[in-house]
């Protein structure tokens, strides 16, 4: 329960006293109501709807709500112009009971929906992970890239139907008014606050951010706003702003109304409630409670943005600690000029240090770094620090002769299959280096679990909703258009993994699948873990964050679903961090193993 409720039973007594001659039936004054029209800009694509309809209530300017009676053209006004329609296409639509009081909203492509009861102010969520934008794909399939060209040809994956396995998940009841979080109904209208719908329609089921800062909507990734790189020069990290960025930002600083400081604690505890893939891990009942443990709640309700800013990086930063979540930038309403840090928490601060550890150790045994490809007699190391896929490569043009063609991770594993299957090679045994790899794109580690084994499998479990899905992949890695035996390695060469406490996210992943496999044989220390996607969110007022969201990767034993957030441990373990960047070392443990 919120603040407000507790407050209310001091209200309601003091009213009682004061008003109790007033008449118990008197129906509660009208809301004095307001439009305004803003633009949505997404990210790559600038502005591409200038009039999303919002309405006000009662002098309140900070706080936006949506009519679900017209939600659904909204909606569907979104997706036709950022998927470029030739026609509109009617992918949600609406239907009010007004003799049962409820809403029933509906997904057309794959007939998820949210079911609205308005005598109880709840939502009745069914198959909330099929609440996505990818027509025609499997359920909860993390492969966002086209499987074919514009032309139907093979376009590096295959998706296996006849390894799909699928099990819906439970309906979800979720009570709005538990969360303080208002639904106006008047003059045929039924509202309900924009960010809590935006979340949970368009952020969290396309894992993209949307924030508002008060003239319009942004929607993205957090790189729509801004980017940040290490200046090796001034030894710190800067950001740069993108034009959006800086539109965001362009706002004048303002105080939190009331109503916008108790309706953003009730939105935040209900995304993170709902969709903080790491909650029950964390051993958190709730985050109402948790905001009350931690002495949060306080600066969450201050009028002043910034406090509530840094509330939410204490709570991320040195409560949730999860390598996965972190504050990324300010509130509007803060401003991007206000400094606001807050110390790390114990596991990212360990992370961090191991990580100079080991970049220390590089530094001395490999002063010019490790190379991507390198072949050390019969053995190839094949060497990458973050999963990247690179937008808009055609993969199919690679000159895959010249080392010019390693553009990202994936034209990296195909250049290494060319060397290493070319004709009178001396390759008999193969390493993937993930010694520092922290992660990055999934899709990118689909490729390289489907290069070694011939088939990639993962398998998610949905932490809201229970659903339960197994997805199977092939990848082209001779680029030849066919999915076979020559697009692997599996069966021809000798396989390995150096992985370290580095390797975290898909950095993890990918020893775990190459473990479950049986036929690869992992060399190093037990892995970081990381086991849910990265869900980027905003507060009501604009804080940019993310979180670890509730798709959550495993393996399955004996029919059984079980994450892999606690790392994988290696079949050969090294002693020495020097080790990992011994190639002469590591060549000669490989060549005496049994």
Same mark, same amino acid.
């Given at each position: 329960?919120?603040? !407000? ?30 439009? !305004? ?49 030739? !026609? ?22 794959? *007939? ?114 801004? +980017?940040?790189?290490?200046?090796? #020069? ?29 309706? *953003?604690?009730?939105?935040? /505890? ?9 909650? #029950? ?36 930063? +040195? ?91 994936? +034209? ?5 299959? =060319? ?86 996210? /898909? ?41 670890? *969201? ?9 029919? +059984? ?11 050969? =373990?090294?002693? !020495?961090?020097? =080790? ?15």
């Amino acid at each position: 329960m919120m603040l !407000k409720r507790f407050l209310s039973v001091l209200v309601c007594l003091c009213l009682l006293l004061s008003c109790c001659a007033a008449s118990l039936a008197e129906a509660p004054a009208a809301h004095r109501l307001e439009k !305004k029209t803003v633009p949505f800009y997404v990210e790559n694509s600038g502005k591409i709807y200038d009039e999303v309809p919002l309405w006000l209530a009662d002098g309140i300017n900070d706080l936006p709500y949506m009519d679900l009676m017209t939600l659904p053209d909204v909606l569907n006004a979104l997706f036709s112009v950022m998927w470029a329609d030739e !026609k509109p296409v009617e992918r949600y639509t609406g239907a009010y009971d007004a003799s049962l009081n409820q809403y029933l909203l509906t997904y057309t492509p794959t *007939g998820a929906n949210i079911l609205f009861d308005l005598n109880t102010n709840s939502m009745v969520i069914l198959d909330y992970d099929l609440l996505d934008s990818a027509e025609g794909s499997q359920p909860m399939d993390l492969l966002a890239f086209s499987t074919f060209t514009e032309n139907g040809l093979p376009n590096t994956y295959e998706r296996v139907s006849r390894s799909q396995l699928v099990r819906a998940g439970e309906p979800q009841i979720v009570s709005l008014e538990d969360y303080d979080i208002p639904v106006i109904s008047q003059d045929n209208q039924i509202l309900l606050p924009m960010q809590t719908l935006m979340n949970l329609l368009l952020s969290v089921p396309l894992g993209q951010l949307l924030c508002y800062n008060g003239e319009g909507i942004f929607f993205g990734s957090s790189e729509m706003l801004f +980017s940040d790189a290490y200046n090796a #020069e001034l030894g710190q990290i800067e950001r740069t702003y993108t034009e959006l960025g800086d539109l965001y930002y362009s706002v004048p600083q303002a105080k939190r109304s009331r109503e916008l400081a108790e309706y *953003g604690v009730g939105e935040l /505890c209900l995304e993170m409630d709902c969709f903080y893939g790491l909650k #029950e891990a964390h051993h958190i009942e709730n985050f109402y409670s948790l905001l009350i443990n931690t002495g949060l709640l306080g600066d969450l309700l201050d009028p002043d943005p910034a406090k509530a800013d840094q509330a939410v990086q204490t709570l991320i930063n +040195s409560y949730l600690d999860d390598q996965h979540s972190a504050y990324l930038g300010n509130s509007s309403m803060t401003g991007k000029d206000v400094n606001i840090s807050v110390p790390y928490g114990y596991s990212n601060l360990n992370y961090a240090n191991l990580m100079d550890m080991y970049n220390q150790f590089q530094n001395a045994l490999m002063p010019d770094g490790r190379s991507a490809y390198q072949e050390i007699g019969d053995t190839a190391y094949v060497s990458f620090d973050e999963f990247k896929m690179k937008s808009g490569l055609d993969y199919y043009d690679l000159d895959l002769d010249s080392q010019f063609a390693i553009q990202d991770t994936v +034209s990296l594993m195909m250049y290494a299959h =060319h060397q290493i299957t070319r004709e009178d090679s001396p390759i008999k045994n193969v390493v993937l280096d993930l010694t520092m790899n922290p992660g990055g794109h999934v899709d990118a580690a689909i490729f390289v679990i489907g290069w070694f084994l011939g088939e990639a499998q993962l398998s998610l479990v949905h932490t809201f909703s229970g659903a339960q899905a197994t997805n199977v992949y092939r990848v082209d890695a001779n680029l030849d258009r066919v999915f076979d035996e020559k697009d692997s390695l599996y069966q021809n060469y000798n396989l390995y993994c150096l992985c370290s406490p580095l390797s975290f996210s /898909c950095g993890n992943l990918v020893p775990w699948a190459y473990h479950m496999s049986g036929m690869v044989t992992l060399i190093g220390d037990t892995t970081g873990g990381g086991s849910c996607n990265v869900q980027p969110l905003a507060t009501a007022w604009g804080t940019i964050l993310q979180t670890s *969201g509730p798709c959550r990767l495993s393996f399955i034993k004996n029919g +059984s679903y079980y994450d892999i957030d606690q790392g994988v441990t290696p079949d050969l =373990h090294l002693s !020495k961090t020097s =080790h990992f960047f011994d190639r002469e070392f590591l060549t000669e443990t490989i060549h005496n193993l049994p």
